[in-house]
């Protein structure tokens, strides 16, 4: 009971900090950015932000950020589906190479490259 309480108010806290973005156009900084008409280049650059900033923040957090921000890029509802699911790829990728990279240097020390 303890576990699923701080889930939902970890989701209650973050969905209300990007609906609060989202409210004064925070997400237009990112959006105004990305120019490309292709819808695969779109989801290549879509994946790459989600890698990075799973990297930086949580992976529930950028699948929320990214998800939001696909959603205002994509035109129909197919592409959201696509835009969706390899932001939970990439978060969970990012989330993963930052964890396995912080093991190597704890490990082997902060000299291997």
């Not at 209300?16 to 292709?38: C, K, P």
């Amino acid at each position: 009971m303890g576990e699923l309480s701080q889930i939902l108010f970890f989701l209650l806290g973050a969905m209300t900090v990007v609906e609060l973005i989202d409210a004064h156009d925070g997400f237009e900084l990112i959006t105004s950015r990305i120019r490309s008409t292709s819808r695969r280049r779109l989801l290549v650059t879509i994946a790459l932000i989600s890698f990075v900033l799973s990297a930086v923040l949580d992976n529930l957090t950028t699948s929320i950020v990214d998800d939001v921000a696909g959603g205002k890029l994509a035109s129909d509802e197919r592409d959201r589906m696509y835009f969706g699911a390899i932001v939970i790829i990439a978060a969970n990728s990012g989330g993963a190479w930052r964890r396995s990279a912080t093991s190597r240097r704890r490990c082997c020390g902060s000299a291997v490259k």
